[in-house]
């Protein structure tokens, strides 16, 4: 890795790509440092330290620090991702979205229908993030003026959502100009960028900082480790092509196999379940307090609890595969290998192959689920376990959890950005090692 990096700076158009992206990172970096007009800090300072820090801290550390001064791109890219999830699991249920996927610039006006749904996902999830930091922060107000008077409630709204676009539109000139997928890489850069803030406030804050830096690093290892295994993982089914004859010569033939990766879905299922589950708390904070309001913030708005961590895992398993199986539909396997003359052996062309293929899809996915189900719920079992260990620990340690230096969701995203980015990287430098060749 580290010679494709020394061997990518001595190219000068991929030299100039990776400072390209290194510019955009920073100028990202620079914008969550902008914070709304009239944020209250105390209130702000407030929500890290009480009991819904962890959920606070979660979305801080994916949104690259924009939380910590409540910036204009406090909600990060996740509303453009959220949108994005939603259009793809739609199009195959839509016969319209479908048919226009398959047009020639289908794509394109697919993503366009992407833009134009981030937006008020943006615009929502702005309305009900500083609903929820109010109920954390006791009813104080965050915004001042946000609710009560129309001119800042619009204002705030606006600004946050047009945050949301600005730094999709900084992703995309990743996309297009610099390396590697650029929304994730934006994400992994406020990952990183908030891993040493976080590490010594887990040091400093906690009365048990020896253990919770010998789990930290034990629980990053482990979970590395697990990841790489499963997200590279594939289960290899061989097809084989039969040979053709065209007058005295022979094509075709010979034999392959489809790789199937156990986790399909990738982190996606994480994130739309996080997306999800804080919906009720979203929606919940519209309406004036109640029992049952109440009992909705508390529960799905602080990230902590058995309901919230069991309903968590269960909507990670079941996203990942729904999704698993909406990915499957869409590359229709069984058709091209049946239109390119390729067979399962021993299988039937057409449907008996396809039910073949879920059916191995469905049992290899239960490991890729069950993993990141277990992904998800990690802070949660840290955070029991840390009650067991030290049960007169205040509630407001959650910020020392070990599991939220580095969630593990956010090692999902690193671990996939660092292996996907040097994929990218090497096969420029192959690219280009056989283009001097040829020149050569």
Same mark, same amino acid.
């Given at each position: ?59 801080? @550390?994916? +949104?690259? $620090?924009?939380?910590?001064? =409540?910036?204009? &791109? *406090?909600? /990060? ?46 615009? @929502?999830? +702005?309305? $009900?993030?500083?609903?929820? =930091?109010?109920? &954390? *922060?006791? /009813? ?26 600005f730094a999709v539109w900084l992703g995309e000139r990743i996309t297009e100009q610099g390396i590697g997928q650029g929304l994730s890489i934006i994400i992994f850069a406020g990952i990183v960028a908030k891993t040493?803030?976080? &590490? ?241």
């Open positions: 890795m580290i010679e494709a990096l020394r061997n990518s700076f001595r190219l000068p158009d991929l030299r100039n790509k990776l400072l390209y992206t290194l510019l955009i990172l920073l100028v990202y970096q620079f914008a969550t440092h902008v914070p709304v007009p009239g944020v209250n800090r105390e209130a702000l300072n407030s929500v890290f330290n009480s009991e819904g820090a962890g959920l606070v801290n979660v979305l801080n @550390l994916l +949104s690259g $620090g924009a939380l910590d001064n =409540f910036s204009v &791109l *406090a909600n /990060g890219v996740y509303p453009y991702i959220t949108a994005s999830i939603i259009i793809t699991l739609l199009t195959p249920i839509i016969p319209q979205l479908e048919a226009i996927g398959k047009e020639p610039g289908g794509r394109e006006k697919i993503n366009q229908y992407t833009y134009y749904l981030a937006i008020p996902m943006a615009a @929502l999830q +702005s309305w $009900g993030q500083i609903n929820i =930091f109010r109920g &954390l *922060a006791g /009813g104080t107000e965050i915004i001042q003026g946000f609710g009560t008077d129309a001119l800042v409630t619009i204002s705030t709204i606006i600004t946050m959502t047009a945050g949301t676009m040493p803030y976080n &590490l010594g406030r887990l040091i400093l804050n906690s009365p048990n900082a020896l253990y919770n830096v010998a789990v930290f690093v034990i629980l990053t290892a482990v979970t590395v480790l697990v990841i790489v295994v499963v997200q590279e993982g594939t289960r290899r089914i061989p097809v084989q092509y039969g040979k053709r004859v065209r007058g005295r010569k022979v094509y075709g033939g010979g034999s392959t196999h489809v790789p199937l990766k156990v986790n399909t879905a990738g982190m996606i299922p994480l994130i739309f379940a996080q997306s999800i589950i804080t919906f009720p708390a979203i929606i919940a904070s519209l309406f004036p307090a109640g029992s049952v309001g109440d009992w909705i913030r508390d529960t799905f708005g602080s990230q902590s609890g058995f309901t919230y961590w069991f309903i968590y895992f269960l909507f990670v398993v079941g996203f990942t595969y729904f999704y698993t199986s909406v990915m499957i539909q869409n590359q229709n396997l069984a058709e091209n290998l049946q239109r390119q003359g390729g067979f399962i052996p021993g299988i039937r062309p057409g449907k008996r192959t396809q039910d073949y293929i879920n059916s191995v899809v469905n049992r290899i996915t239960l490991v890729g689920a069950v993993f990141l189900g277990l992904v998800a719920v990690s802070p949660g079992l840290v955070q029991a376990l840390n009650g067991l260990l030290f049960p007169g620990e205040t509630a407001a340690g959650q910020a020392a959890n070990p599991a939220l230096v580095i969630s593990s969701s956010g090692l999902i995203i690193l671990v996939g950005v660092i292996i996907d980015t040097m994929r990218q990287l090497e096969a420029q430098l192959v690219m280009r090692n056989y283009d001097s060749f040829i020149r050569g």
